[in-house]
C-alpha cells in the first residue's frame, strides 16, 4: 500500500467513529419491558439492524434493542474476552462458531449478501486479464481478511478468478467493510465490496463476481448471552428475525432471503 493510500485509509477511519444506537424493538411480551437487548453487529449488516426498530418499524411497544456495530472479529474477540451482549450477528461462520461453542443453541441463518466490484474504470471486469491488468498499475481495496469477512471473500474471489493470490502492495486493506466503501467512494480506488453497501454509491460500475468463485455468504445470528432469562428472549428475538415478515425489510437493504 503506497503512502497516500495509508493517508486516505486514516482519514476515513477518523472519519467512522461509530456508536451504540438505541431503539424500540422486540417481539417479547410486557413482561419484558424493562429489559434491553445489545446486539453486536457485523458493520455491513448494521444499517438494516439500525433501521428495523426505528418508527414506523417498531415490533413492539417497550423493548429496547441496542445495537453495536464493528468489524465481525474485533467483535468476536470483545464476546471472548468477556463483553457482556445477547446477539452475535456476523456474516463468517467460523466467528461464528467460535462463540456459538459455548452455547446450546446453534446459530440461525437470516439472510444472505454477494460480492461485487466497484469501479470507475470503464474497462475494468472481473475477467483474470482484465484483473491483473488493473493490479499492475493500481492496487484494489478489499477487508482485511484478518478480522473481515469481506477481506476473506474478496480475497477467496480474487484468487480464484487470478489464479492465484495478489501480491500484498497490490490490495488496500480496510478494516471494515464500511471503510472499505469509503476508500471506493472517497478515495478513487476500485474494490470488491458486499452488494449490499453499494446502494447509496453513485457514479460507479457496478459488476457482479461470479458466485462460484467464493464461499456463500451467509449472516447469521447467535445467542452469546449467559443469563437464561436473556437467552429465552434472544431466542424469541432472533425466531422473529428469521420470519418471512421481514423478507422485504432485508431485501430493500440489499440482502437476499436464505432460499436464494
Known amino acids: 500500500m503506497s503512502k497516500i493510500h495509508k493517508l486516505i485509509l486514516a482519514i476515513i477511519i477518523s472519519w467512522s467513529c461509530i456508536t451504540p444506537i438505541y431503539a424500540s424493538c422486540a417481539p417479547v411480551s410486557d413482561r419484558d419491558c424493562s429489559t434491553s437487548i445489545s446486539l453486536l453487529v457485523a458493520i455491513s449488516a448494521a444499517p438494516a439492524f439500525e433501521a428495523l426498530a426505528m418508527p414506523p418499524k417498531t415490533l413492539s411497544k417497550c423493548e429496547q434493542l441496542v445495537v453495536i456495530a464493528g468489524s465481525s472479529g474485533v467483535l468476536a474477540r470483545q464476546i471472548?474476552?468477556?463483553?457482556?451482549?445477547?446477539?452475535?450477528?456476523?456474516?463468517?461462520?467460523?466467528?461464528?462458531?467460535?462463540?456459538?461453542?459455548?452455547?446450546?443453541?446453534?446459530?440461525?441463518?437470516?439472510?444472505?449478501?454477494?460480492?461485487?466490484?466497484?469501479?470507475?474504470q470503464p474497462a475494468l471486469s472481473w475477467t483474470p486479464s482484465s484483473l491483473a491488468d488493473y493490479l499492475a498499475n493500481s492496487p484494489l481495496v478489499i477487508g482485511d481478511p484478518a478480522t473481515v469477512p469481506l477481506g476473506q471473500y474478496g480475497l477467496a474471489a480474487l484468487k480464484a478468478l487470478l489464479g492465484r493470490a495478489p501480491e500484498p502492495e497490490q490490495l488496500v486493506l480496510a478494516p471494515s467493510a464500511r471503510h472499505a466503501r469509503a476508500l471506493v467512494e472517497r478515495g478513487g480506488l476500485s474494490g470488491i465490496l458486499y452488494a449490499?453497501?453499494?446502494?447509496?454509491?453513485?457514479?460507479?460500475?457496478?459488476?457482479?463476481?461470479?458466485?462460484?468463485?467464493?464461499?456463500?455468504?451467509?449472516?447469521?445470528?447467535?445467542?452469546?448471552?449467559?443469563?437464561?432469562?436473556?437467552?429465552?428472549i434472544a431466542r424469541?428475538?432472533?425466531?422473529h428475525l428469521q420470519s418471512s415478515d421481514l423478507t422485504s425489510f432485508w431485501e430493500k437493504f440489499g440482502f437476499l432471503p436464505i432460499s436464494h
Open 80 to 120: 471472548e474476552q468477556g463483553l457482556s451482549a445477547d446477539i452475535f450477528v456476523s456474516a463468517h461462520p467460523d466467528w461464528i462458531k467460535r462463540v456459538a461453542d459455548t452455547q446450546s443453541a446453534p446459530p440461525a441463518p437470516l439472510f444472505q449478501n454477494q460480492l461485487v466490484l466497484v469501479t470507475n
Open 196 to 232: 449490499s453497501d453499494t446502494q447509496i454509491l453513485k457514479g460507479f460500475r457496478v459488476i457482479a463476481l461470479p458466485a462460484s468463485s467464493h464461499p456463500k455468504i451467509v449472516y447469521s445470528a447467535q445467542v452469546v448471552s449467559t443469563d437464561p432469562e436473556r437467552q429465552r
Open 236 to 239: 424469541q428475538l432472533i425466531h
